[in-house]
């Protein structure tokens, strides 16, 4: 089997119904924000709640900007990568084409933070999403706002080893 014919039979597989409540699986195994198998990676782990998908992070010392607090990509990484979960909602593969991120607050290492995402509004090939983060049971420190367009699934041979 072509590895492009292994990430079909994969994608087709995460595509089945997902129930509320149920995990949502890694986009991948090696995936920088929920790849359980990558040793730099935030491993997410994503439930699906009605129609958002729900994470619980703590970033720690391999997501460090200034001493002690996120940094802004890694914030960033994994927004973008939660908005990649409501793929699992809305049926098919899509990519980032424009995000945008706002920082409240320093997100503390060590500290648990809740994230919500959802789809606000599609239009064609656009999918508009929002997400936040939030102290647990308390303020929000970050938000995003993202399109993902709707792609092809052979979209991703670009990335498949020539
Ligand atoms: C099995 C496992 C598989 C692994 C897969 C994991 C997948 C998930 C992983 C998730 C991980 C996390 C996620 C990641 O990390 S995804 C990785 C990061 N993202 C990328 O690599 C994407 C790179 N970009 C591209 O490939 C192309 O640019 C795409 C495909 C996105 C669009 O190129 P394409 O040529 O197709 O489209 P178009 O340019 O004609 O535009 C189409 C329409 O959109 C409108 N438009 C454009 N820009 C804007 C804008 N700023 N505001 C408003 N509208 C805008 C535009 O006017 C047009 O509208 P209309 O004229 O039709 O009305």
Same mark, same amino acid.
């Given at each position: ?100 991120? +706002?920082?409240? &607050?320093? %997100? ?6 809740? !994230?919500?995402?959802? @789809? #606000? ?14 102290? +647990?049971?308390? &303020?929000? %420190? ?6 993902? !367009?709707?792609?092809? @699934? #052979? ?8």
């Amino acid at each position: 089997m072509s590895s492009m014919e292994e990430l079909l039979a994969g994608w087709n597989e995460k595509f089945r119904p997902h129930a509320d409540g149920a995990q949502l699986p890694p986009h991948h195994p090696h995936c920088l924000a929920c790849g359980p198998d990558n040793p730099h990676g935030h491993h997410l782990t994503v439930h699906r709640r009605g129609e958002e998908v729900h994470a619980t992070h703590v970033f720690d010392e391999r997501h460090v900007g200034a001493p002690g607090i996120a940094h802004g990509g890694a914030v960033a990484t994994v927004f973008d990568d939660l908005f990649g979960f409501l793929l699992y909602l809305t049926g098919g593969p899509a990519v980032t084409r424009k995000l945008e991120v +706002l920082y409240d &607050s320093p %997100v503390i290492l060590g500290t648990t933070y809740d !994230l919500a995402a959802r @789809v #606000t509004r599609t239009e064609g090939r656009k999918l508009f999403m929002e997400a936040d983060m939030k102290q +647990l049971g308390g &303020s929000r %420190v970050a938000s995003a706002s993202a399109l993902f !367009l709707s792609v092809d @699934v #052979t979209h991703f041979n670009q990335g498949m080893p020539r």
